[in-house]
């Protein structure tokens, strides 16, 4: 596998840290405003994190797979904002 071609096989090194920045905030925010407006019990909100966690590393991973544009990265990263809200509305009144 030959990588990128600026930096190489290890191009995955420097990519892998840049995207996590890019992506955890983000993670942290929608979760912290799903759990304020509904509160639920700590192995629930376990199973949310979770559930979250696994849904934003495959997004990181596709993202770095198709090596999107900053654009097309922050579009991704908005409706995964919403989904996760979305999702912990949908999670947390069941």
């Known amino acids: 596998w030959l990588g990128d071609p600026k930096f ?29 407006w509904w509160r639920s019990t700590p192995r629930r909100l376990l199973q949310f994190f979770a ?8 997004a990181i991973e596709v993202s770095f797979a198709l090596d999107v544009l ?12 919403a989904a996760t809200v979305v999702f912990a509305r ?5």
């Open 8 to 36: 190489g096989a290890g191009g995955w090194i420097i990519y892998w840290p840049l995207w996590g920045v890019m992506f955890a905030p983000p993670v942290f925010v929608a979760s912290f405003v799903a759990e304020v």
């Open 51 to 58: 559930v979250t966690l696994s849904a934003y590393l495959g």
């Open 70 to 81: 900053l654009p097309t990265l922050c579009i991704e990263i908005a409706v995964l904002c």
């Open 90 to 94: 949908k999670w947390f009144r069941t």
